[in-house]
């Protein structure tokens, strides 16, 4: 019996040690972060629901210097799709609707985009045009938009669809606004109603709700305030660039964005989704399912989250939000229980998400990190040129200026790319890699998970 005792005090220690070490490396990673300006937010990541780092970084509110706490309340920009997509799974088993169900049954306005289905919505295979660039267009910016507002918009200028529905993935934030009003209509409540009574009480997720400061103003107390860049390089909250600013007068929207919590509510949330207590088996299976489009490719999204298939770490499904001010990412290990959840209130350059380098901690793998170096203006001559892949929509402009290599997506801006050994270059803060093969005159794109071929052209 003693020998039994030693034995078992030995491999607790040793648990211990390595859940010390772990909290130790997270620590140092974030803490170097949050030192270059690179993270200023809350952490939380757990084991099999078992929290093993919980930490806060920096400030909520700049001008006061009143720091960020456990139970500081952050805007989850995209993550709330995951909410919304839970609500229509809801509102499917009511009886309510079908996935299934074209879009126009609740929706006839929108009679042009006939053949479009919730389904469509759901999984980012309906082909919408982008609301937001619409809005820009054509919005007068005095008037704050609303659910509504996009399908009297679409409606009036009937902007061409980009493809056909199931021909291939494209994610669209005017597909998760529709699926905000469609729960209202088919609900007959509003957007906030519908979530709070149907899966933030019953979770007893007493922190999250749906907030628009500026549509619907209240007073939240423990709110992290969002911070940008102004144009020299200050920190400042959105709202010092006036009304006609895109995030004051979109804030009416809802569905693809405005849920607020903190990162003890998405443990919460993360801890109810291996239960049954909103929807069964049968329902996260079909939740957690990629699925293949017409053009052959794999689809990458189920219902309001990505799907990862990884050789080293098993099923993995994540999300992550950005609106301005706002950087949110919540990750679930499905094989082996483990969640990470980050909040930022801040959208600045050099702002990040070090989802690779947290998850080599907790499968106890060496972090390594590439070696950076100096280039002359002449050496990155090879690089430049016009990149593309003929699957998807965008090309991507390299160029360079003095010594530093610039990587451009079309209609997007000039990301600076930090030149690394191997033809290597990264843009750190989105953890996007280049890696080019001269010869063959292509590069390679690394974001995340995904992994693209560019060719010159």
Not at 50 to 79: H, M, P, W
Not at 271 to 289: E, F, G, M, P
Request: charged letters at 25%; hydrophobic letters at 35%; a neutral charge.
């Amino acid at each position: 019996m003693k020998k039994i005792s030693i034995i078992i005090g030995i491999v607790i220690s040793t648990i211990s040690f390595g859940q010390t070490a772990q909290i130790h490396l997270l620590d140092s990673l974030f803490t170097a972060l949050h030192q270059k300006n690179a993270f200023n937010g809350n952490v939380l990541i757990a084991e099999k629901g078992k929290i093993v780092f919980k930490q806060c970084y920096g400030f909520a509110d700049e001008a006061s210097k009143r720091k960020l706490n456990d139970e500081t309340i952050f805007e989850l920009a995209s993550v709330s799709k995951q909410f919304t997509a839970m609500a229509i799974v809801i509102l499917q088993k009511q009886g309510k609707l079908s996935y299934d169900d074209k879009i126009s049954k609740y929706i006839p306005e929108l009679k042009d985009y006939e053949s479009i289905t919730v389904r469509n919505l759901l999984n980012h295979t309906g082909g919408l045009p982008d609301y937001m660039e619409l809005f820009e267009e054509k919005w007068d910016k005095t008037k704050f938009a609303t659910n509504q507002d996009i399908v009297n918009e679409f409606s009036k200028y009937k902007p061409e669809a980009r493809f056909q529905p199931d021909e291939k993935f494209e994610y669209s934030n005017t597909g998760y606004a529709l699926l905000g009003l469609l729960i209202e209509k088919a609900s007959k409540k509003s957007f906030e109603e519908f979530l709070k009574q149907y899966i933030f009480e019953p979770l007893k997720m007493n922190n999250t709700f749906v907030y628009r400061s500026r549509f619907k103003p209240q007073k939240v107390e423990n709110y992290a305030l969002g911070y940008v860049l102004d144009s020299l390089g200050n920190k400042v909250l959105t709202d010092s660039f006036g009304k006609t600013f895109y995030t004051y007068y979109l804030d009416g929207i809802v569905g693809d964005g405005m849920v607020n919590s903190t990162v003890g509510d998405l443990l919460i949330w993360d801890r109810a989704l291996y239960t049954n207590k909103l929807i069964n088996r049968s329902d996260k299976k079909i939740i957690y399912q990629s699925s293949k489009t017409s053009d052959g490719e794999e689809n990458p999204y189920g219902f309001g989250w990505f799907i990862i298939e990884n050789e080293k770490y098993g099923k993995i499904v994540n999300h992550s939000g950005g609106w301005a001010g706002y950087t949110a990412f919540i990750e679930r290990h499905l094989t082996n229980d483990k969640t990470i959840i980050l909040l930022q209130n801040n959208s600045l350059p050099s702002t990040t998400l070090p989802v690779s380098d947290i998850r080599k901690v907790l499968y106890n793998e060496p972090i390594i990190t590439d070696k950076q170096i100096e280039l002359k203006s002449e050496d990155l001559d090879k690089y430049v040129g016009v990149y593309s892949n003929e699957k998807f929509p965008l090309k991507i402009s390299v160029t360079k200026k003095d010594n530093i290599l610039y990587a451009q997506p079309t209609g997007q801006g000039e990301l600076p790319m930090d030149a690394y050994e191997n033809d290597t270059f990264k843009f750190e803060p989105a953890d996007i890699k280049l890696v080019f093969n001269v010869k063959e005159n292509t590069f390679v794109l690394y974001e995340g998970e995904m992994r693209i071929v560019f060719k010159k052209e």
